[in-house]
């Protein structure tokens, strides 16, 4: 039974950071990524990290901010967020995908999904 489980969401301020963890069991996948969704808004993508190649993607509005990460020991990926704005709000999904290429930024493409966790970020 594959699972992602997610932990470290929260209310913080504007300007403060949190880390999001997604730990992964029941197969192997070709890679993995974080979603959002805002109220009223369609999911979009956040970042994403392929397992096998050395890139990683991230959307226009967090790089610079925001660093996905894997442990592979532990099966688990990780979302630094630093200098968090009020427009961060959302619940944040980690998802998992089986097959390689066609891209990583389409939730569509994506065959597994967390359970979501809420970041609140205070102006």
């Known amino acids: 039974q594959v699972q992602l489980v997610e932990s470290g969401g929260g209310l913080v301020q504007a300007g403060d950071s949190l880390r999001l963890s997604c730990a992964a069991s029941g197969r192997t996948f070709s890679g993995m990524g974080w979603f959002r969704q805002a109220p009223g808004k369609e999911r979009e993508f956040v970042a994403a990290?392929?397992?096998?190649?050395?890139?990683?993607y991230y959307a226009e509005s967090v790089k610079g901010r925001f660093t996905i990460s894997r442990d592979n020991a532990k099966n688990t990926v990780y979302l630094q967020m630093n200098s968090l704005k009020p427009e961060d709000t959302a619940v944040y999904y980690c998802?998992?995908?089986?097959?390689?290429?066609?891209?990583?930024?389409?939730?569509?493409?994506?065959?597994?999904w967390g359970q979501g966790t809420q970041v609140t970020v205070s102006s």
């Open positions: 998802a998992a995908k089986t097959s390689y290429g066609g891209g990583v930024s389409s939730p569509v493409l994506y065959d597994y």
């Open positions: 990290i392929p397992w096998n190649t050395q890139y990683i």
